[in-house]
């Protein structure tokens, strides 16, 4: 089987969470052919995590420490690709951009880039050095128009979806009590928590028990509680917190519906550039409540696996909840077709496709 070595440069990569995260990780995990060495910033527990994988991980820098960390983390890349001599370089955000391209150019190997949206918002010199990559994975057409906008070549722009762990069965029944579920952590504002808050009581003149669970933390909650509080519907909302994989399982089987209506951030540039966990609700059965934006028009089919909304639009966001909490027909529908379409996106074909691309890349190299 043909293999090469690949250096992967990630801020991003467990035990820290995020979809970014979940990417990395799950590429590495799921490669058959790449023999990859992980390098990226510190975390809490990443001693433990790191030895319970068994992956090939080298940490420089702290987890919240900024800019610094990205430097320590280029730095390291730097000081270690002379001793691992990759076949390729894969760079997981663009604040690894600088020394992926340095050590492509040194090592005369190829630089794929990966690019996911929101990332696309920084410095515009550094979104300038990223794009000149000598391929872009983007994941989602919107996030593939992102990356043309900011002067990438199409011929060197590839699209791969994020993937998605199937379940291989329900662990929890359905809640008696109708019940909303959205997962993300309470960092960004364009995710949407504020929107459901004010449609909340919107969905409970319909559905007066109606339940909200939301699984994540950050800085946003305080505020959300809040408003929440201020909305009336306290009472019907479930602040969970960060919770552990099987605990976010648990919520998504024992759930009704699943919403998360992500709108663009001003300017339009960034945002949702997939969403993974739209494909994790629907690869537990669930029909999903959707921006009608950015990276969930390829992980939602409108009308087949789930409802893709205005955003910004709370009585249209409360009217998608409701109507389907109200016809368990039609949710169960809606559900049993996502979890099918979730299956297309099983992370061992996700991970062949971006192995493909960076074994022909490398081979391209060698022939030069």
Do not use: C
């Amino acid at each position: 089987m043909q293999s090469i070595r690949v250096l992967l440069l990630t801020p991003d990569f467990p035990p820290s969470t995020g979809g970014i995260q979940v990417v990395m990780h799950r590429l590495v995990q799921h490669a058959q052919r790449l023999e990859i060495r992980v390098v990226t910033r510190g975390s809490s527990g990443a001693a433990q995590f790191d030895r319970r994988e068994g992956l090939d991980v080298l940490r420089a820098g702290k987890a919240d420490g900024g800019p610094a960390s990205h430097l320590a983390m280029n730095a390291r890349a730097l000081l270690e690709a002379p001793r691992f001599r990759p076949g390729a370089v894969l760079s997981g955000h663009l604040v690894a951009s600088p020394a992926a391209r340095a050590i492509g150019r040194l090592a005369r190997v190829p630089v794929i880039q990966y690019v996911h949206a929101d990332e696309l918002r920084m410095d515009r010199r550094l979104v300038g050095l990223a794009v000149r990559s000598d391929a872009m994975v983007a994941v989602s057409a919107f996030t593939e128009q992102l990356v043309l906008d900011a002067g990438a070549d199409r011929a060197r722009t590839h699209r791969i979806p994020n993937g998605v762990d199937p379940p291989e069965t329900r662990r929890t029944e359905r809640a008696l009590r109708p019940t909303l579920v959205t997962v993300a952590r309470l960092e960004d504002r364009y995710k949407g928590h504020d929107i459901l808050i004010r449609a909340l009581p919107l969905v409970r003149e319909r559905v007066p028990d109606v339940q909200w669970v939301v699984v994540g933390d950050g800085s946003l909650r305080p505020e959300l509680e809040r408003q929440a509080a201020e909305a009336g519907v306290a009472d019907a909302v479930r602040f969970l917190g960060a919770v552990t994989d099987a605990e976010r399982d648990a919520a998504l089987d024992g759930a009704h519906v699943f919403a998360m209506p992500s709108r663009l951030p001003p300017g339009g540039v960034g945002g949702e550039g997939f969403g993974i966990v739209y494909l994790e609700a629907a690869a537990h059965g669930l029909p999903v409540v959707a921006g009608a934006v950015g990276g969930a028009l390829d992980a939602v089919v409108d009308g087949n696996t789930g409802l893709l909304v205005d955003p910004e639009d709370v009585a249209a966001v409360a009217q998608a909840i409701s109507g389907l909490l109200l016809d368990p027909g039609r949710a169960r529908q809606l559900g049993d077709a996502g979890a099918q379409w979730a299956r297309a996106f099983a992370w061992p074909v996700i991970a062949r496709q971006v192995e493909d691309l960076v074994l022909d890349l490398a081979a391209g190299f060698r022939r030069r």
